[in-house]
Nanobody, 115 residues
Framework: QVQLVESGGGLVQAGGSLRLSCAAS????????MGWYLQAPGKQRELVAV???????NYADSVKGRFTISRDNAKNTVYLQMNSLKPEDTAVYYC?????????WGQGTQVTVSS
């Protein structure tokens, strides 16, 4: 079993920044990828960013140039630095990881960007 604990969400004004963190624990040997999805009210969950075990990254077009994903392998923690936030970034952000082909999810953290 894998547990993911997120932190760092909150309320911020447009143009501001937030940093999300997600720490993995449990049976985490062999993490293939870690990343973040978001889910806005009434919409489907969508990928924000992912970082693979080799360090390669992918971002949604909507966040390129504004968000940065990073990973501390020693701490089994993934971070999402979010800059130049926009009201349309408002959503619940979910951390996920893939361990030996199985996906695990965090409980989600609310990010609200006011205009």
């Amino acid at each position: 079993q894998v547990q993911l604990v997120e932190s760092g969400g909150g309320l911020v004004q447009a143009g501001g920044s937030l940093r999300l963190s997600c720490a993995a624990s449990g049976s985490i040997f062999g993490i293939n990828a870690m990343g973040w999805y978001l889910q806005a009210p009434g919409k489907q969950r969508e990928l924000v960013a992912v970082i693979k075990s080799g360090g390669s990254t992918n971002y949604a077009d909507s966040v390129k140039g504004r968000f940065t994903i990073s990973r501390d392998n020693a701490k089994n923690t993934v971070y999402l630095q979010m800059n130049s936030l926009k009201p349309e970034d408002t959503a619940v952000y979910y951390c996920y990881c893939v361990v030996l082909g199985v996906a695990y999810w965090g409980q989600g953290t609310q990010v609200t960007v006011s205009s």
